[in-house]
């Protein structure tokens, strides 16, 4: 065996083992490491012993940084594996690191879409929101697969979100607070069907106040085109605008006739 230095010291702190050999170089290793080496003043050590006792520190040091994560919240592997890289970890180390989170069950991705599932119903994300997410998050087709689709609870979920969502959106005409809603919906990740059965929770149009924003929106439109437009085209321009904007073609002209 190549002999390349003999261990002449060793320094065991709190946080850090020093080990001292006879050409003054040191070796400086976590206090997990040190008690999994046979080390004491007079061994030998080849360069490779050097380097399997390097490798091992580095791979105790990433261990200890995941499970600080992991400790906090749940991670996937995808994401452990992610933040393990940005460390400067490679491949082969990311492995090592994540088979040790898994055999003390610290990376659990079961438990993971457990307490996600839990946290998207807190939120009221649909099922297509849900999916989305756990993708971003990095976990395996299969595994998202198996997340069963809910109808009726997407369903009361969404019916819980229309009253807020009406109110967001209450300064738009009715046809057009629908369509928001609708779209909310939709983003929240609900299926279509179930958007479009949640807006029947929506209440019933109050003639009144659409009233009311139509003529708002009619002086809107009438300042901003019958100073660019002939009299003909600004009508025409008020028109659309007002449709664009969800109001009745009657309750337009019965407005203007006003």
Not at 64 to 89: M, V
Not at 175 to 189: C, D, E, P, T, V
Not at 248 to 254: A, G, T, V
């Amino acid at each position: 065996m190549n002999i390349s230095k003999v261990i002449k010291r060793i320094k065991i702190g709190e946080k850090k083992v020093v080990i001292i050999f006879d050409d003054e170089s040191k070796l400086e290793i976590r206090p997990n490491v040190y008690t999994e080496f046979n080390f004491f003043k007079g061994k030998a050590m080849s360069k490779k012993d050097i380097k399997e006792v390097e490798e091992v520190n580095q791979i105790d040091e990433f261990v200890s940084y995941a499970t600080k994560l992991c400790a906090l919240k749940s991670y996937t592997k995808s994401k452990i594996k992610e933040k393990l890289i940005k460390k400067g970890a490679n491949e082969a180390q990311c492995d090592k690191v994540i088979d040790v989170l898994i055999k003390y069950q610290l990376l659990d991705e079961k438990a993971f879409i457990k307490e996600y599932l839990e946290y998207a119903t807190y939120r009221k994300y649909g099922y297509n929101r849900i999916k989305d997410e756990l993708y971003k998050k990095g976990l395996s087709s299969y595994q998202i697969n198996n997340v069963k689709y809910d109808e009726k609870r997407d369903l009361t979920l969404a019916r819980e979100l229309v009253k807020p969502y009406e109110k967001k959106y209450n300064k738009y005409s009715y046809s057009a607070m629908k369509s928001h809603i609708y779209a909310a919906l939709l983003r929240q990740g609900y299926t279509y069907d179930v958007a479009s059965k949640a807006l029947e929770e929506v209440s019933p149009i109050d003639l009144k106040k659409e009233k009311e924003l139509l003529k708002i929106e009619y002086q809107k439109a009438k300042r901003k085109y019958e100073s660019k437009y002939g009299d003909k085209t600004s009508k025409e321009k008020i028109i659309q605008y007002l449709l664009a904007k969800g109001f009745m073609y009657k309750d337009i002209i019965s407005l203007k006739e006003e």
